[in-house]
Nanobody, 126 residues
């Protein structure tokens, strides 16, 4: 059962922007925290940003602060990741994930996130 579906990836030049979307098809995820992780070739999956449903707060990895914005449309069960000022090092497969998590530090740990999308590729050319 596919519970999360990402879209919006693609090829963009350095300095450009992209907006990723993640649709949660499973209504049980509507009250879950949602997050974005990414995995570059040859590297481990890393936390990018998260949105807490319980507090409405957003959390970011240091390397995307000021460039990426996570937002959520609860009515549409969709979370977005607006990315600007993209750099070649942002090239990765971006994964949407969700979990029944409220502790901010747990939002950054994939072990606490139970649902994962299949990923969408973002390629930033120099």
């Amino acid at each position: 059962q596919v519970r999360l579906v990402e879209s919006g990836g693609g090829l963009v030049q350095a300095g450009g922007s992209l907006r990723l979307s993640c649709l949660a098809s499973d209504p049980t995820l509507s009250t879950y925290a949602m997050a974005w992780f990414r995995q570059a070739p040859g590297k481990e999956r890393e936390f990018v940003a998260a949105h807490s449903w319980s507090s409405g707060s957003a959390y970011y990895a240091d390397f995307v602060k000021g460039r990426f914005t996570i937002s959520r449309d609860s009515a549409k069960n969709t979370v977005f990741l607006q990315m600007k000022s993209l750099k070649p090092e942002d090239t990765a497969v971006y994964y949407c994930t969700a979990g029944d998590v409220s502790v901010p530090s747990w939002l950054r740990d994939p072990r606490y996130l139970e649902a994962w999308g299949q990923g969408t590729l973002v390629t930033v050319s120099s």
